[in-house]
């Protein structure tokens, strides 16, 4: 389980600073700005996180991969454009748990096959593509108690194994539904947009491991 502060206020707190506090300018700077936000990343920690620690605060970097090798630069609020700030941080939320899905995952786990979405950004489709575009993934809809589905769909496979002698897999007791699918499938991954991200993921890390540096050295003094 990932369990992050800055979610949503901090969305809405970009919102409110870069788009005159509507969704609708918000997504449209987003659809605006290209795919890997022109190299600029953004972290948004308005409170304390728990992913990663102890980090408070913004910190914007620019990435380059051309002509070098990726190089990763800390910049300054003035320096990251102001368009590019709603995009920013969606990359920057969605690419930290992708950064981790491989770390929390079983070795011998089938690879993910859909995200689930709740809450009041599952209603956003500019926020569906953006996630199914970093995970690679169909993106389906559970409604406003996603966790109260998570743990309902969980039980239900455990009960199934159980009448089936201990075997199969989560996607095969669905396909056996014959009420067919309760959740909505809302936006299917662009290949080409879930390659940048996944060379992104790196850039990525670096990145995070500066604000973690930054801000222990913030602590320290």
Known sequence: MLCYKNGGLAREQVRDAYANGHWTQFNALVE????GNDGYMGFYFPLPE???????GSFFFHTNSSPSPQ?????TDAEMPRTAHPRAILESQFLSIRSRIRA???PDAAP??????CGGSSANAVIRQLAADVF???????????AAEGGAQLARYAWWRVQNGGVGTFEEMRAMDVVGERMKCVAEPKI???EVYAGLVDAYRVCEDRVVEVCAAQHAT
């Not at 605006?32 to 795919?35: A, H, L, M, R």
């Not at 728990?50 to 408070?56: A, G, M």
């Not at 690679?136 to 996603?146: I, K, L, N």
Request: glycine share 8%; no cysteine.
């Open 50 to 56: 728990i992913i990663p620690p102890n980090v408070q």
């Open 192 to 194: 080409a947009n879930t």
């Open 32 to 35: 605006q700005t290209p795919v």
């Open 112 to 117: 993910l096959q859909r995200l689930v979405v």
């Open 104 to 106: 929390i995952m079983p």
């Open 136 to 146: 690679g993934m169909r993106v389906f809809v559970a409604g406003q108690e996603g």
């Open 71 to 75: 190089t990763v630069r800390t910049i």
